[in-house]
């Protein structure tokens, strides 16, 4: 089966309509570009009645020159009153949209409820508005609010809507699971009831995630006859969010065969979701479907064991397919495949059958019943592994370090630090200060390796998070530090743990400047790789 689908994406409106969730104009316009190249067949930009943001990004997203078709969003004509007069339905034309989206009431309790107006006037609202922008020469996808609710309360008017709209010129009949409470099976016979009645219009579907199946109900839709799919990336959106595009897309047509992006443009689901994910400033679920960084990662040893001999043996499809890719984690669950694939991909030679990897797993298990995680903090792990290889000498041997922090009634606080260090023999001190406790160590610890060590003077720190480990991981009263840092061309992340915030800080500063500059030995083909000895804090 190849039948073609159409990707109806409504990141840009309903979207935005989820808490925690505000785009600019250049925001939207940078998200319409990069849909447009996922190769979505619709964008919903907006509701141009609604804010002059909106009409700003229809103005502006004509310069783009996009494929996609440029959606406008509104609702029907006010009851009792004029179409021609109704300033949201000339918005839409107004904005230069190609497509225009009219949300119209289908559950006549919503008529009653919300509208306050008969059953009889709600239908000529749908019929009015849709041929008054059919004259206008826009394509209309009516989005029948509530259609199941609507449906299973009173049958005939819920269709009733769906013939008016129908009648009126309308291309697309849209059922919305609005309250997002319908069951796949539900989904399934009503929209099978309607696909049995439409003779002229394309029937769609708009899902919300509030029972968590909002994929499953678009799913059902389709396979009952929907061609065109409502969602979001990412599935933000109203309450719980909408039906999440980054699943819907890949399942029908990795599972279902159905005919939707080119398989190049497949591959870039996963960076588009994550892009959007940045630009909405909103931290993706790791264990998001298909496109989050926990999708393809592997952590149980005998998981890993499988994966290395077949990663079909618990991959659903291959991660590449859809532009991720496959980890493998190294934790207390770990086994040995676990340690031996890792370090094969940081190109560290550890045999099997060897002391040292065992050595080095035990150690690794130990640290992470300590409160260390090495999931997070990959330049940490292979400094251990390459220590466990013999790849590394001491860089230098800790003497002490001293920390002082002064606030007093009329000065900001200052934070300095002195640290002691032998370095070839030599015993080098040195203070400094800085704008925090973290920084001043920082500072201090590059100013006694800086003459010995030049290239730490383009390294940076670039995030620092610190987590206070609960006695649930049997480390009651530690944190966890780790360190993001930069050079001008990569990052890296460390690790540290102590009862002590600066303790654990120092760790991970350590290993951070250790792995700068195991990185700078191996890019000038050095052949001995400096250790700044981890064995100054002992683990
Ligand atoms: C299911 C959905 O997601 S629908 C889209 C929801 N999104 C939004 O509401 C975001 C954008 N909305 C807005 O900016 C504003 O609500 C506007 C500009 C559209 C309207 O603002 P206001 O005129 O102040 O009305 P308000 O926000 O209180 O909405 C209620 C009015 O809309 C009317 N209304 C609601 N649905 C419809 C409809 N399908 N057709 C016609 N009128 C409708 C109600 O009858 C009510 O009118 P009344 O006050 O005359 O009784
Ligand atoms: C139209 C729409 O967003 C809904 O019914 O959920």
């Known amino acids: 089966m ?100 009219l949300v119209g009431k289908s559950w006549d309790f919503h008529v009653h409820t919300a509208l306050q107006t008969s059953l009889e006037e709600n239908l000529a609202m749908i019929y009015d508005s849709i041929a008054y922008l059919k004259r206008k020469g826009l394509e209309v996808i009516f989005d029948a609010e509530h259609f199941f609710d609507g449906y299973k309360n009173n049958p005939e008017y819920a269709l009733a809507v769906m013939r008016k709209a129908e009648e009126a010129g309308a291309d ?133 064991s499988a994966i ?55 150690k690794i298990k130990d640290m992470e019943h300590e409160g260390y995680q090495f999931e997070g903090a990959d330049a940490s792990l292979e400094l251990l592994l390459r220590q466990a290889n013999g790849e590394l000498k001491e860089l230098f041997t800790f003497e002490s370090f001293k920390m002082l922090v002064e606030k007093s009634a009329d000065k900001p606080v200052v934070s300095e630090a002195f640290v002691k260090l032998n370095i070839d023999g030599a015993s080098v001190y040195t203070a400094a200060e800085g704008n925090g406790p973290v920084n001043a160590l920082d500072n201090a610890l590059r100013k006694a390796l800086i003459s010995y060590y030049p290239g730490l003077q383009n390294i940076h720190l670039s995030d620092y998070k610190v987590r206070v480990l609960d006695d649930k991981e049997a480390t009651a009263s530690k944190v966890r530090v780790l360190i993001e840092s930069k050079d001008a061309a990569n990052s890296w992340n460390t690790v540290g743990v102590s009862g002590n915030v600066i303790e654990a800080s120092w760790e991970a500063l350590v290993d951070s400047l250790r792995y700068a500059l195991l990185r700078q030995t191996k890019r000038e083909g050095y052949e001995e790789i400096p250790s700044a000895g981890r064995g100054l804090i002992n683990h």
């Open 2 to 101: 190849s039948k073609a689908l159409s990707i109806f994406d409504t990141t840009l409106r309903d979207g935005t309509q989820g808490e925690g969730i505000s785009l600019s104009v250049d925001d939207k316009l940078k998200i319409a570009r990069k849909l447009d190249q996922l190769g979505v067949h619709y964008i919903e930009g907006g509701i141009p009645g609604s804010n002059n943001k909106d009409i700003e990004f229809f103005n502006r997203v004509k310069e783009l020159g996009l494929s996609a078709k440029i959606t406008a969003f509104g609702s029907t004509r006010r009851k009792d009153s004029n179409t021609e007069l109704d300033s949201n339905l000339n918005s839409l034309i107004q904005s230069g949209a190609q497509a225009a989206t």
């Open 172 to 304: 697309w009949l849209t059922m919305c699971d609005t309250n997002g409470g319908s069951l796949p099976h539900e989904v399934h016979d009503i929209v099978t009831v309607l696909a049995g009645q439409v003779t002229t219009s394309r029937i769609g579907i708009h899902t919300h995630n509030d029972c968590e199946l909002a994929v499953a109900n678009s799913i059902s839709a389709v396979r009952a006859g929907a061609e065109q799919i409502q969602g979001t990336m990412n599935g933000y959106g109203e309450r719980c969010g909408n039906a999440n595009l980054c699943s819907v897309i890949p399942s029908l047509q990795l599972k279902l065969g159905y005919n939707i992006l080119e398989a190049d443009q497949l591959k870039q689901l996963t960076s588009t979701a994550r892009y959007i994910s940045e630009i909405a400033n909103v931290n993706m679920p790791i264990n998001q479907p298909y496109v989050g960084s926990s999708a393809f990662a592997h952590k149980g040893g005998i998981h890993v």
């Open 308 to 362: 290395l001999r077949d990663s079909r043996t618990y991959e659903h499809i291959a991660p590449e397919t859809v532009g991720n890719q496959q980890r493998i984690l190294v934790s207390e669950l770990a086994g040995q495949s676990n340690i031996l694939s890792k370090a094969q991909g940081m190109g560290i030679e550890l045999r099997s059958d060897n002391d040292s990897t065992r050595e080095v797993m035990s």
